[in-house]
């Protein structure tokens, strides 16, 4: 499985931006999507998670109310929808992917930078 993960950018504080994470391969074997972030110094957090039905979904307290995340299994594509810009948003988005016995792809990772 692949993962490709676009979208990142440059927003001022306040503005949206929405990440896509399109897998490619294997993709009958995926289970839950989700959206990590790495900042500067910081180790690589948990920021939303979807599972395959759309039925459940996972956000670190952070980000609730202000970020969504959605897939669309026809285009073997996860979203996240990201609003209300903080600097603190500021990180290096990835988007992973789990298969249904525990192996989990991650896809290249996209910068986005919130400016203050």
């Known amino acids: 499985v692949q993962l490709q993960a676009c979208g990142g950018g440059l927003v001022q504080t306040g503005g949206s931006l929405r990440l896509s994470c399109a897998a490619s391969?294997?993709?009958?074997?995926?289970?839950?999507m989700a959206w990590f972030r790495q900042a500067p110094g910081k180790e690589r957090e948990l920021v939303a998670r979807?599972?395959?039905?759309?039925?459940?979904?996972y956000y670190t307290d952070s980000v609730k109310g202000r970020f969504t995340i959605s897939r669309d299994n026809a285009k073997n594509t996860v979203y996240l929808q990201m609003n209300s810009l903080k600097p603190e948003d500021t990180a290096v988005y990835y988007c992973?992917?789990?298969?249904?016995?525990?192996?989990?792809?991650w896809g290249q990772g996209t910068l986005v930078t919130v400016s203050s």
């Open positions: 979807i599972n395959w039905s759309s039925t459940n979904t």
């Open positions: 992973s992917a789990d298969t249904r016995v525990g192996y989990r792809y």
């Open positions: 391969g294997r993709t009958f074997s995926l289970n839950n």
